[in-house]
């Protein structure tokens, strides 16, 4: 059994900083591509960050200089550092493994003043 579980969603002011943990078990994230994905209400799921097992990462022109995805793999988890937030960065954030195998439930991250 594959599980992924988000964590670290809550609110946040505009320009505040929040990290988001994804912890896996039934599978290894050090040689599996992992990312996070987002879905706002009324939208698709969207492409936040991706770090693949060769270490490289990509983030969407929406995020790019504002998030870092980042390994831990002696802890089997992985992280989405957000920063400098938008209230258009309000969505449910889902961790997801080997290439869109696996999701985890979501977390909500609301950015409002």
């Known amino acids: 059994q594959v599980q992924l579980v988000e964590s670290g969603g809550g609110l946040v002011q505009p320009g505040g900083s929040l990290r988001l943990s994804c912890v896996a078990s039934g599978i290894s994230i050090r040689f599996s591509t992992m990312a996070w994905y987002r879905q706002a209400p009324g939208k698709q799921r969207d492409l936040v960050a991706q770090?693949?097992?060769?270490?490289?990462?990509g983030y969407a022109d929406s995020v790019k200089g504002r998030v870092t995805i980042s390994r831990d793999n002696a802890k089997n988890m992985v992280y989405l550092q957000m920063n400098s937030l938008k209230p258009e960065d309000t969505a449910v954030y889902y961790c997801?493994?080997?290439?869109?195998?696996?999701w985890g439930q979501g977390t909500q991250v609301t950015v409002s003043s």
């Open positions: 997801n493994a080997a290439l869109g195998a696996y």
């Open positions: 770090v693949t097992r060769g270490g490289s990462t």
